[in-house]
């Protein structure tokens, strides 16, 4: 899934990877290295010297551990993509954890994508270059069903409903990627063109101040546009 908008990068893609054991980071490190579209401008051990280093080294993407001394990766990641951080990182959590829990916080904290160690080295590849291009790794529907399970802790009870100045055509394109809708499915299901799809999706973006369309399943909840 790619998103709609993607920025122009000039010159490899600079990776901060940080993970608390030396053997996987170094491992880590020299797959992303061999690529030439890809360079590893950082390394560290804990989450909170990912965070100062990813403020002083100005990295594309942050490739996160979750459980790391001094500070967890999930921390971390809210620190560095969460609301409200005015310059956000985009963030690849990558754990051993296959864990609802885990996918769930990490994309509440401002992650972009989620992968587990055990992913083959092409996989990573591609998860570096997808959520750096602004796209989000996992597809909707999946996001969709884990942060529905989570959306009674998302939402609080007495929340209502916001739009964020969002037209209702806008609002009802929302609802759709929320319920894991692709482009070409939203396009047949309101009898519009892709184009134009695309366009509402930006602009739902803009609005919301939001970088890909998980985030945009998210908000949906925790606004309670959906349910």
Same mark, same amino acid.
């Given at each position: 899934?790619?998103?709609?908008?993607?920025?122009?990068?000039?010159?490899?893609?600079?990776?901060?990877?940080?993970?608390?054991?030396?053997?996987?980071?170094?491992?880590f490190a020299t797959i992303i290295d061999a690529q030439p579209?890809?360079?590893?401008?950082?390394?560290?051990?804990?989450?909170?010297?990912?965070?100062?280093?990813?403020?002083?080294?100005?990295?594309?993407?942050?490739?996160?551990?979750?459980?790391?001394?001094?500070?967890?990766?999930?921390?971390?990641?809210?620190?560095?993509?969460?609301?409200?951080?005015?310059?956000?990182?985009?963030?690849?959590?990558?754990?051993?954890?296959?864990?609802?829990?885990?996918?769930?916080?990490?994309?509440?904290?401002?992650?972009?994508?989620?992968?587990?160690?055990?992913?083959?080295?092409?996989?990573?590849?591609?998860?570096?270059? &997808?959520?750096? @291009?602004?796209?989000?790794?996992?597809?909707?529907?999946?996001? +969709?069903?884990? /942060?529905?399970? $989570? !959306?009674? %802790?998302?939402?609080?009870?007495?929340?209502?409903?916001?739009?964020?100045?969002?037209?209702?055509?806008?609002?009802?394109?929302?609802?759709?990627?929320?319920?894991?809708?692709?482009?070409?499915?939203?396009?047949?299901?309101?009898?519009?063109?892709?184009?134009?799809?695309? &366009?509402?999706? @930006?602009?739902?973006?803009?609005?919301?101040?939001?970088?890909? +369309?998980?985030? /945009?399943?998210? $908000? !949906?909840? %925790?606004?309670?546009?959906?349910?």
């Amino acid at each position: 899934m790619r998103l709609d908008r993607e920025p122009v990068v000039s010159g490899p893609l600079r990776v901060l990877v940080c993970d608390d054991q030396a053997l996987i980071r170094t491992g880590f490190a020299t797959i992303i290295d061999a690529q030439p579209d890809l360079e590893v401008v950082g390394e560290c051990g804990d989450g909170r010297a990912a965070v100062d280093l990813a403020h002083r080294l100005d990295p594309d993407i942050v490739v996160m551990d979750v459980r790391m001394p001094v500070l967890d990766g999930i921390a971390a990641t809210r620190l560095l993509a969460g609301a409200g951080v005015a310059h956000p990182v985009k963030v690849l959590v990558v754990t051993t954890f296959n864990l609802d829990e885990y996918v769930y916080e990490a994309l509440r904290a401002g992650a972009s994508g989620f992968l587990l160690k055990d992913a083959p080295p092409a996989q990573l590849l591609n998860g570096i270059r &997808t959520v750096a @291009s602004g796209a989000a790794l996992l597809a909707p529907e999946v996001t +969709r069903q884990l /942060v529905g399970r $989570y !959306a009674a %802790r998302i939402r609080p009870a007495e929340s209502v409903p916001g739009d964020a100045g969002l037209t209702p055509r806008e609002l009802e394109v929302l609802r759709l990627i929320a319920d894991g809708l692709s482009n070409g499915e939203i396009a047949a299901a309101l009898v519009i063109s892709q184009e134009t799809v695309k &366009t509402y999706v @930006s602009r739902i973006l803009t609005k919301l101040g939001l970088r890909d +369309r998980v985030q /945009v399943v998210v $908000y !949906a909840y %925790r606004r309670g546009l959906v349910t």
